[in-house]
Structures are given as C-alpha cells and as structure tokens.
C-alpha cells in the first residue's frame, strides 16, 4: 500500500510540473488531488526538492525506455536519432524544457544534482550508441567514440543551458534537430551521409 501511495505522488507530481509547472506543484494541490494527507506526502519525500529530484529521476527512466523503443524499431543509429525529434510533439517538448528551465531557476541545487548524476550515464549510453552506428557502417570507424561521447552530450547541454535566446526565435526541437544534424554530419561515412540526406529532405 506504501508503494502504491508513493507512486501516485509521483504520478500526479510529474502531470502536475509538466502541465501547469513547478510553483503549481505544491504538497497542499498534490494532497488534494490524490485525496491524502500533506503528511503522507512527507512521509515519502522530506521535502519539495526531495519530490523533485524523484520526479525527474522517475521522467528520465520513461525518456530512456521510449529512446530504447527508437532504437530497437530503427534500421540505424541514425533513423533513430531522428526520429526521436520527430516521435515528440512540438509543445510537449517545449513544456519539458520550460519545465527544466524553471528547476534550474527555481531549485539550482536539485537541477546541479539531477546533471550530475546523469552525466556518467548518458555519457556511456551515447558511447554505445556511436560504437552501434560505426558497426552499423553509417559511422566512420576511425571516430573515437571516447571523445565523441562527451563531445556531444557536452554540445547538446550548453545548447539547452545557454540557448536562451534562440529559444525564444526558434522551437527548441529545431535547433536541437539542426545541431544535431551537423554533429552527426561530421561523423558519417558515404552510407551514413546517404542516409542523413534520406531523412532530411524536405
């Protein structure tokens, strides 16, 4: 029963950031909603930055079994890395980077944590997936992938934390789909090219 209290809280928490944001999700609207008390809620989570970190904790792992979904339908590393920009709605996205936005600003300290402890991971999950595509023959073997790893996770970050004023020209997910497209450009053998040019006509 424990359990199943402590997943409706995240549940209802993540609908509630993701849909009308972080100063909405209060332990009082939460309460109400689940139909608890603000006391159960902080007999699982101490506080608000403790609620927060599980959330995101909880939204990564959703991410991370959609992008294996990508990959595993995809007939390379590269279908995939595209269409995981395509399989997104355009205001889901932008929700999701206001949401981390509004962290970042609101809660430095859980934003500073969540980076961190993801780092390690993404970076050998980008790792596979750039050792994948050179088996694959879309990437070029003589790339390596120890550098490439981080080079991009690194690119991509500085691109969501100092992109602001593209942000507000441009939907994030096409200038995170064009960065994205010359990164990957300049990894690519002739096959990988190919394919490149496949998916990116318009």
Known sequence: MSNDVKQRILS?????MFSNGIKVMTMDELAKRIGVSKRTIYEHFEDKDAL??????????????????NFGNSPTVIHAFFQFLTNIESTTFS????????????????????????????IEN??????????????????NIDI???LFRNFLLQLWNDGSELKEQYPFEKTYEMVMEIFIRGCCTEKGLKVVEKLTQK
């Open 95 to 122: 929700k999701v980077i206001s949401r981390y936005d509004e962290i970042k600003r609101y809660h430095p300290a859980v934003y500073s944590k969540i980076v961190c402890d993801n780092k390690k991971q993404e």
């Open 126 to 143: 980008t790792k596979f997936l750039f050792g994948l595509g050179i088996e694959q023959g879309v990437f070029r073997k003589n790339l």
């Open 52 to 69: 927060l970190t599980a959330v995101l904790k909880s939204h990564k792992k959703e991410k991370e079994a959609q992008i294996k979904k």
């Open 148 to 150: 490439i790893a981080p």
């Open 12 to 16: 209802e928490s993540m609908q509630l």
